[in-house]
């Protein structure tokens, strides 16, 4: 019987090593496979899509807001993985009626990085887990080491339309604008505020309005209509991923930096 405290304060006991792992969380589904653990993974949500092969291969329990939990107790896991932003309390709740449930809290890199290690102690990974803490470390310094003397530039990071909304201050999202040198103009308006556009100018007037890929597929017509509303600001399509995916996506993801800074160059 091993005893562990999650991110979020709860704590777990387990028997054993898991051998039956559900995730209900996309970028820690990708970390579970990095790690090794691809025969171990029997549920996945239907975002879980790297590696893309796992949708084919594993049981969808539907989506991280909306869990099917009748199947889910069929799946008989060990451990249910979860995270605070991404899945609500009551399905944590309802998980833990299954199965002991970890729970994730990413705001920093370094809350990534520990959520790493602690996967590899809990699944019997700790030599992988270090080789991917490592990598990470390595690519962050690299990154950080090519962003010296770069000028700060203020953005604007939208994530969704119907409303508009952003990504605000005490978000891992912000955390990735900071290390690109990127003053976010909404840092001070929550964790997603909801942006009236026609007041762009007025509540910081970016110079770049980065559009994310996920989870709203933002459209030409959609970077027409926010442009309007900025006196200068320059219109960047980002890979939201990069952004907002931590675990070992972090490993690639400061490569991609790199490459956006070369474009806005």
């Not at 653990?37 to 029997?42: A, C, F, G, K, T």
Request: net charge negative; aromatic share 12%; hydrophobic share 40%.
């Amino acid at each position: 019987m091993k005893t562990y405290t999650d991110q979020i304060g709860n704590t777990i006991t387990l028997n054993g090593v898991p051998k039956r792992i559900v995730s209900l969380v996309p970028s820690q589904t990708e970390l579970l496979f990095d790690l090794g653990l691809e025969d171990s993974i029997v549920g996945i949500t239907k975002f879980c899509v790297h590696p893309y092969h796992l949708k084919s291969t594993k049981k969808v329990i539907g989506g991280t807001k909306k869990v099917h939990v009748e199947k889910i107790k069929l799946l008989q896991p060990d451990i249910i993985i979860a995270n605070k932003e991404e899945n609500t309390e009551e399905i944590v709740a309802a998980m833990q009626e299954i199965a002991p449930v970890w729970v994730s809290d990413i705001v920093t890199v370094q809350d990534s990085l520990d959520m790493i290690e602690e996967f590899g102690k809990i699944f019997s990974a700790r030599t992988q887990a270090r080789q991917w803490v490592d990598k990470i470390n390595y690519a962050l310094s690299d990154f950080q080491n090519f962003m010296k003397n770069r000028e700060p530039q203020k953005v604007a990071y939208f994530i969704w339309k119907n409303p508009y909304m952003a990504a605000g201050g005490d978000t891992f999202i912000n955390e990735m604008l900071k290390l690109n040198n990127f003053i976010n103009i909404y840092e001070e308006r929550g964790r997603y505020p909801e942006v009236i556009i026609q007041k762009m100018r007025i509540q910081g007037d970016p110079d770049l309005v980065l559009l994310s890929s996920e989870p709203y597929p933002f459209k030409e017509e959609d970077a027409f209509e926010i442009g309007r509303f900025t006196h200068h600001a320059k219109t960047v399509y980002v890979d939201g991923e990069m952004f907002s995916w931590y675990g070992t996506r972090m490993a690639k993801a400061f490569n991609y930096f790199k490459q956006l800074q070369q474009r806005l160059d």
